[in-house]
């Protein structure tokens, strides 16, 4: 058995996307959780998946669940705790709207790919594009850089990737200012992955990414910030965090097809302004930050970014009890409490 667990949010019942994330779950022996929220649903009928609806949520013995907010995507964070609590030696994360390809594999935390040693801010879409595309997360100041084509990365070689992200086709994660502008369905084009080494920044999310147990501290998601932030400020600081384990993280072409759940683009962008203002700030923030090497040090680590960033204002001081619950139910389930 392969023991990866996937995890999902939603409120609704199975989508098409879904029953073909759990054919290609079941290939590879793979389980997935489902973390329902006050909208529901009340049961999930499909093979292969586990629902934890809100009242089974509050119900584990655990300080987080109590603490995040409801009706928000950050009820996710229990999910990875359930799955690192039955012994998860691999975590693959989705969006309810994207359905895996023909490409989508159970991947290895040590991978071959071409290494990429600069620019500090790389668009790692243009890897796999020619046309004028960005992730969402990149600064503006970054878009022009973002049309031009890359520094030609290295040979691909092995390189430690304990977070690694799969591209999506049809609607790719781009930001309000791209739908707003550039909007329509999009291709990637196939590609060798790459793995941005330390002190080269991209930003990730939250729709077709694989973690790994080094990394598993890193996957907390802040409640007290934007929808559209909330996967992106994560990214930032586990980045930061992985360069401090020799690690790097890893870029793969398209392994999913996303099918968008609809969105009101206004207010995507709305909820995006605070990090087209501050992600450039954050990031130099999180580089200033003295961190300890080495796995035993990775909680540590993590809570000495989030303070930076809560006593810098990004987010608010209430922010800090959920990132020490966190911890603290981490060290809980890895303890060997079996949710």
Not at 228 to 256: K, N, Y
């Amino acid at each position: 058995m392969s023991k990866l667990y996937s995890v999902i949010t939603t409120i609704q019942p199975p989508t098409p996307a879904v029953r073909g994330l759990c054919r290609s779950l079941r290939r590879v022996s793979g389980q997935l959780l489902v973390l329902g929220d006050r909208k529901g649903p009340q049961e999930y009928p499909l093979d292969g998946a586990e629902l934890f609806a809100l009242d089974r949520q509050l119900a584990l013995p655990l300080r987080l669940p109590q603490l995040l907010p409801v009706n928000h995507y950050t009820r996710k964070n229990i999910g990875y705790l359930v799955a690192i609590s039955r012994g998860a030696e691999c975590i693959y994360e989705t969006d309810d709207d994207n359905t895996p390809t023909a490409h989508w594999q159970l991947r290895d935390r040590t991978v071959q790919a071409r290494k990429v040693n600069g620019p500090r801010w790389c668009n790692a879409y243009r890897y796999f594009s020619d046309e004028l595309i960005w992730p969402r997360g990149l600064p503006l100041d970054q878009i022009a850089a973002a049309g031009k084509k890359p520094p030609a990365p290295s040979r691909a070689s092995s390189v430690l990737s304990p977070i690694q992200q799969g591209l999506a086709d049809g609607s790719p994660d781009v930001d309000a200012i791209w739908r707003l502008v550039l909007d329509k369905p999009f291709r990637f084009q196939p590609g060798a992955s790459v793995a941005l080494m330390s002190g080269v920044w991209c930003p990730f999310n939250s729709q077709s990414t694989w973690w790994w147990p080094e990394a598993y501290p890193l996957m907390y998601l802040p409640s007290f910030c934007t929808f559209r932030m909330t996967d992106i400020w994560r990214s930032f600081v586990a980045q930061r965090c992985l360069w401090a384990l020799g690690g790097a993280v890893t870029f793969h072409a398209p392994e999913v097809v996303q099918q968008r759940n609809e969105h009101n683009l206004m207010k995507d962008f709305q909820d995006e302004v605070p990090g087209y203002l501050a992600n450039d700030q954050i990031v130099r923030l999180l580089e200033e930050q003295p961190l300890e090497p080495g796995p035993e040090a990775v909680g540590a680590n993590l809570l000495r970014c989030y303070e930076a960033l809560i006593k810098q204002g990004i987010l608010p001081r209430k922010e800090r009890p959920l990132v020490k619950a966190w911890l603290a139910d981490l060290k809980q389930v890895t303890g060997g409490l079996a949710l």
